[in-house]
């Protein structure tokens, strides 16, 4: 267990919908980083947050878009998804802005 | 849980047998890099890591090579386990304060 954790764990929904991923961080972890994961692809960086700040930004669509909040938890939102938005999302969370990086078990995103 | 890379490349090993996994990086500027675990259904789980100030770097069963010449790093797994089976990423950090960027992943395979 790496002390992330991510809900849903499964997420179907339908094309055009608009849905909302959240991600609670270690315990004094700073960083929250948010990863695609799609089932012939190796991660895909998506967006960073630095205690409550975006950081860095990395392949996300407009359609996307994530926050971080004062208790540090994040939640990402994907709107007008469309079927290629099927994927394993993952929140990861670090002490630094470079520190190793402890993953959440993932929300599974299936668009119908 | 679903796997992920279907069409990864893949490594088949011999229980009690060592394992090599390969991963070639992009950036010779990259100064900080890790090896993730995957098993099926899971999040990324931390390895081991080497900073490339260093050549080698041993932990519990497993060793990291680094040689920045050729921009190519290793995963040696020793007395390979079948819990060791799973798909296994590289991750370089191009840059103090960038991301990491993950290479595309191995599966290893460990047959009885």
């Known amino acids: 267990d790496s002390g992330v954790t991510q809900t849903p764990k499964h997420l179907i929904t339908a094309t055009g919908q608009r849905v909302t991923l959240r991600c609670s961080p270690r315990?004094?972890?700073?960083?929250v980083y948010w990863y695609q994961q799609s089932l012939d692809q190796g991660l895909q960086f998506l967006i960073q947050?630095?205690?409550?700040?975006?950081?860095a930004k990395g392949n996300i669509l407009e359609r996307f878009s994530a926050q971080q909040f004062p208790d540090l938890h994040s939640e990402l939102n994907l709107s007008s998804l469309e079927l290629g938005d099927s994927a394993l999302y993952f929140c990861?969370?670090?002490?630094?802005?470079?520190?190793?990086?402890?993953f959440g078990p993932g929300t599974r995103l299936t668009v119908l | 849980g679903e796997s992920v890379g279907l069409h990864l490349p893949t490594l088949s090993v011999q229980e009690g047998d060592n394992s090599i996994i390969n991963c070639a990086y992009s950036?010779?500027?990259?100064?900080?890099f890790i090896w993730y675990k995957q098993e099926s259904g899971k999040g990324p789980q931390f390895i081991i890591d080497?900073?490339?100030?260093?050549d080698k770097r041993q932990g519990q069963r497993v060793t990291v090579l680094l040689n920045k010449t050729v921009k190519h790093l290793s995963l040696q797994i020793a007395a390979t386990q079948p819990g060791d089976s799973a798909v296994y990423f590289c991750?370089?950090?191009?840059?103090?304060?960038?991301?990491?960027?993950f290479g595309p992943g191995t599966r290893l395979s460990v047959l009885p």
């Open positions: 315990s004094g972890d700073l960083s």
């Open positions: 991750a370089e950090n191009p840059r103090y304060g960038q991301n990491f960027v």
């Open positions: 950036n010779s500027a990259s100064d900080y």
């Open positions: 080497i900073r490339s100030n260093m």
């Open positions: 990861a969370s670090s002490g630094g802005r470079v520190d190793e990086q402890f």
């Open positions: 947050y630095y205690n409550g700040e975006e950081r």
